[in-house]
């Protein structure tokens, strides 16, 4: 009997953790991020990655947020994702998914440098990487750029070391106005807890102050699934899993990298 009621209990919780998120797509939540006391500052953002999915899979509800905000967004991603031999196709895929996250698909961009080859083995270089972002900020006037933090969600390391090469720039450069916010990983439970996490993800932020965590709930979490289903080389099973269980298709908390 008690199983019946964890189990029930589960599934109400999860439904209305959705219902909360839909709630907040009809009305959007007064959400005081990049807005500066209500006047709309449009920044020009990059998000930077690693590997082509990286997008999909962790970073739509900020995708959804920055682009329904009229920001403009680019995309950095710093390999093809190789590791297979799939790199051709998965560099098309990304520009696929761009569609659907509507950002315009000239502004994704997708690296494939003899260093910075996709593998969990493979260190990537981050005096290297930091000229490669610091060149793509400057192309575009980037004030804003958004990344992995130091765990990466997944822990990956090349997720790691693209962390690492934003940070260097960020020591480096402190006297230029460019403002850097990293995706919070989460334990396991909390990540693969879909919808549920918001009530963590948006308790953590009330808890820390304001303007130094962010909580995005996304928006049109449907976004993450047909996004993700663009990267066709990738939509296996467990994938397809991933999407509807982590919580990084419901919700992204930001922290300010001071
Ligand atoms: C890292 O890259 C920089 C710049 O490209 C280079 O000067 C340096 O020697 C590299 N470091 C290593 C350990 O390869
Ligand atoms: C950036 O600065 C912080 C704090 O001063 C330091 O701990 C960190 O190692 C630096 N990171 C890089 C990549 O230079």
Known sequence: MAWILTISSLILIW???LCKIFQASWSPMKNSFLTNG?????RNVL?????????????????????????????LCLSIGNADGKGSTRKLELHQACTILKVPVQN??????????DGFGKVWNHTLLAKI??????????????TFDDHGVSGHCNHRDV??????????????HVEGWELVSTNIFRKY?????IWCSILYAMWHHRGLIQCLLNEHPERSYFAMAQHLSQWVW??????????????NTLRKMT
Do not use: C, W
């Open 163 to 176: 962390h690492f090469g934003v940070r260097k720039i960020l020591n480096e450069t402190s006297k230029v």
């Open 47 to 75: 998000l930077v990655i690693a590997h082509p999915d990286d997008e999909s899979m962790f970073f739509t509800p900020t995708i959804g947020y920055l682009t329904s905000r009229g920001h403009n967004i680019h995309i």
């Open 238 to 251: 467990f994938r397809k899993l991933f999407v509807a269980l982590s919580s990084y298709t419901y919700v």
């Open 193 to 197: 807890s879909g919808p549920i996490d």
């Open 108 to 117: 994704a961009k997708v690296l494939d440098h003899p260093d910075l080859q």
């Open 38 to 42: 209500g006047a709309l500052q449009k």
């Open 15 to 17: 439904i209305s953790s």
């Open 133 to 146: 972002i610091e060149d793509e900020m400057i192309s575009h006037g980037i004030n804003l750029i958004i």
